[in-house]
């Protein structure tokens, strides 16, 4: 029997030796490389901390003693310790979470994995405690080194280091990276606590002397140890940042020396004030197809062959990330004007190439999304054109800025937001879902949205001449689907895809959902009902064209993959209200909820969003009102559209999301 099979929670623990500790250290690793290849998921970062939360897990008293981590993608080996051991179908539909998730465990704290977030939740949950009593409880907070780039963390810190009176540990994963290697001055910072001679002397003297040493010397040695590192931070590393903030500091410490963690943490513990635990650690360690990866050290894998690290399946298909790449890349050689700039995201916002290419023109700020934003404002009002590339949830984060120093400002800045829509396997926190609904609230904003390849090209490069305004460019997660070419171009900009001599439905299919409206009308007209199919390309503002084409049809449908609340379907019934134009408006998107971890199919289909569903809905609607289905003259059907408007004009005919 392993050591593994036989946690069935963190108490289990307690009867282990150090060794056997060890011994269960890797056997997770083992674990994590079996069973994260079959699935894909967070494989680099998990390998990492494995020693790290078996000592957390041995030490508190989780989940009396709340453990955060920030992010939660390393939280892989913190399930396995409490109880969660089956990873068959991780991120799949039924399995577990990539992230902590509430309804698993009680042992899951925060879900939300939006980074530098969980000092702040700490520092809530210690005030709390000790509040209400509590105080013999502690909070532990696992931050990677990464989430101290953002600004977030650094507010934390100082309204932390205002109330020492409170149990809060604050465990410091430091492996050098995020995605990639972590940026800034912090990060220099602590590459040189972490390269410096004199901390690798000591720490291989270290952990040699401290298990030589019995319990009363090892308390004494503690000390010492704990004196000469803060002597060597700050006389060998002429920094004592940490002392700065009025915060003990303990380390630099091995995160892979199971002995020195535990003794670091009890030290911790014991402390009664805030602590910051400095834990030295190295991602994807003991695998080494993962280490010997310069790009990311496996942060993040689809399937691979465990014993090579091969991706395995799915080869060949073009990502729009790519064709965004590439696009940049093309439009950089023409204007020296375009500077790149991203959030700790280089490689997968595709900037990479363009970074390569023009190395001075790029500008990692690290997970700061607000700082992003606002210095895009800046460089526009000096004769720049920032192309800031972010994920679309994290757009949620710098709206004030885009709203206040960009769109104010009339700074022309283009955003690219890369896995809009739903995502998939990493749920509720990572689905683009919100953005078309949030940015369209900023004045003057024009949002794209391409349906395919060839209609990203084009967008961006026309988002790219507005000089006076925000861009948005927004796309999908995955591969870009076959081109889908229009039948004319209005003059506003408007692609019509398909038209019919009948003017029954008006579908305005929504970027990549176009190709969804083409598979609906297709349907429609195997019923009898004619359907006319239009690709804005420009989401935002809503073409006059649109309102012309409405006024010509019996009812309007939007399809979008963001939202319902407030997104463009929202705009389209609006706009036409505006002109007087009074056809019915069905809006389908996804429901203003937390969205949990599925395939993006399955998601869609919950929704509604599919071919069937909606064909279905408006076929449902073709009974019994007083306005009848347009028909030519050889048709000699009779269908009729279910038309039920109130008097202020707002549709009746149904939600979309039944």
Same mark, same amino acid.
């Given at each position: 029997m392993s050591l593994l099979s036989s946690v069935s929670g963190p108490r289990d623990l307690d009867r282990m030796t150090v060794e056997e500790l060890e011994t269960l250290a890797g056997e997770i690793r083992e674990f994590l490389v079996e069973n994260v290849s079959q699935t894909g998921g967070h494989l680099g970062p998990n390998l990492g901390v494995v020693e790290l939360t078996i000592a957390i897990h041995r030490v508190f008293r989780s989940p009396d003693d709340p453990i955060i981590f920030d992010t939660g993608h390393q939280s892989y080996v913190h399930k396995l310790l409490t109880g969660r051991q089956d990873f068959s179908q991780l991120r799949s539909r039924g399995g577990l979470a990539g992230y902590p998730q509430r309804s698993e465990s009680p042992h899951d704290v925060v879900e939300s994995s939006h980074a530098s977030s969980s000092l702040s939740w700490a520092d809530g949950i210690s005030r709390a405690l000790t509040r209400t009593g509590r105080t013999d409880r502690h909070v532990v907070a696992v931050v990677g080194d990464g989430a101290l780039t953002g600004g977030m963390t650094w507010e934390a810190l100082n309204n932390i280091s205002d109330d020492n009176d409170r149990n809060l540990v604050i465990v410091v994963n430091d492996n050098g990276r995020s995605y990639a290697p972590t940026i800034g001055g912090m990060a220099r910072y602590l590459n040189r606590v972490r390269t410096a001679d004199s901390y690798r002397t000591l720490h291989k003297g270290s952990a040699t002397l401290s298990r030589s040493l019995g319990p009363a010397a090892r308390a004494f040695y503690r000390g010492i140890r704990g004196g000469t590192h803060g002597f060597l931070s700050r006389f060998v590393n002429n920094v004592a940042l940490y002392s700065n903030l009025d915060i003990k500091y303990l380390g630099p410490v091995d995160g892979h020396d199971m002995a020195a963690m535990l003794e670091t943490l009890e030290l911790a513990k014991s402390y009664g004030a805030p602590v910051i635990v400095h834990a030295i650690t190295e991602k994807g360690r003991g695998y080494a197809p993962a280490l010997s990866d310069e790009a990311d050290q496996f942060h993040a894998v689809g399937r691979i062959d465990p014993l090579t690290g091969v991706a395995v399946g799915g080869a060949g298909a073009t990502a729009w990330t790519d064709v965004f790449s590439e696009e940049l890349v093309a439009a950089g050689e023409q204007r020296d004007d375009i500077i790149a700039m991203t959030a700790a995201m280089l490689r997968p916002t595709g900037l990479l190439p363009f970074a390569q290419r023009f190395p001075d023109r790029v500008y990692d700020v690290g997970i700061a999304e607000q700082h992003a934003v606002a210095s895009a404002a800046g460089l526009a009002y000096g004769g720049l054109h920032p192309v800031v590339a972010l994920y679309a949830t994290f757009m949620n984060r710098a709206f004030d800025q885009v709203l206040m120093d960009v769109a104010l400002h009339k700074a /022309?800045?283009?955003?690219?937001?890369?896995?809009?829509?739903?995502?998939?396997?990493?749920? &509720?926190?990572?689905? /683009?879902?919100? $953005?078309?609904?949030? %940015?369209?609230?900023?004045?003057?904003?024009?949002?794209?949205? &391409?349906?395919?390849?060839?209609? %990203?090209?084009? @967008?961006?490069?026309?988002? =790219?001449?507005?000089?006076?305004?925000?861009?948005?460019?927004?796309?999908?997660?995955?591969?870009?689907?076959?081109? %889908?070419?229009? *039948? @004319?171009? =209005?003059?506003?900009?408007? $692609?019509? #895809?398909?038209?019919?001599?009948?003017?029954?439905? =008006?579908?305005? /299919? *929504?970027?990549?959902?176009?190709? #969804?409206?083409? @598979?609906?009308? @297709?349907? =429609?007209?195997? !019923?009898?009902?004619?359907?006319?199919?239009?690709?804005?390309?420009?989401?935002?503002?809503? !073409?006059?064209? *649109?309102?012309?084409?409405?006024?010509?049809?019996?009812?309007?449908?939007? %399809?979008?993959?963001? *939202?319902?609340?407030?997104?463009?379907?929202t705009r389209v019934r609006q706009v036409l209200r505006e002109a007087g134009v009074d056809t019915a408006v069905d809006e389908l998107g996804l429901p203003d909820e937390f969205i949990d971890h599925a395939s993006r199919d399955q998601i869609l289909a919950d929704a509604g969003l599919t071919a069937s569903k909606i064909a279905n809905d408006v076929v449902a609607q073709v009974l019994g009102t007083r306005i009848p289905v347009a028909r030519p003259a050889t048709d000699t059907g009779a269908l009729w559209v279910t038309q039920m408007t109130s008097p202020e004009g707002a549709s009746q005919t149904g939600d979309g999301q039944s």
């Open positions: /022309g800045v283009t955003f690219v937001l890369d896995r809009a829509g739903v995502t998939g396997p990493d749920g &509720p926190s990572h689905h /683009g879902v919100w $953005d078309l609904a949030m %940015l369209q609230l900023v004045p003057h904003i024009r949002i794209a949205v &391409p349906r395919d390849a060839e209609r %990203l090209r084009e @967008e961006f490069r026309e988002a =790219l001449t507005v000089d006076d305004a925000p861009t948005v460019v927004r796309f999908p997660k995955g591969a870009v689907g076959a081109d %889908l070419p229009a *039948i @004319e171009r =209005l003059a506003d900009g408007v $692609d019509v #895809l398909a038209r019919s001599e009948a003017q029954d439905v =008006l579908l305005v /299919g *929504i970027g990549p959902m176009a190709h #969804l409206a083409m @598979e609906v009308a @297709e349907r =429609l007209r195997a !019923q009898g009902i004619g359907a006319t199919v239009v690709d804005p390309r420009w989401a935002i503002p809503v !073409q006059p064209s *649109i309102v012309e084409l409405a006024a010509a049809h019996r009812l309007v449908i939007t %399809l979008e993959d963001g *939202i319902r609340v407030g997104g463009i379907g």
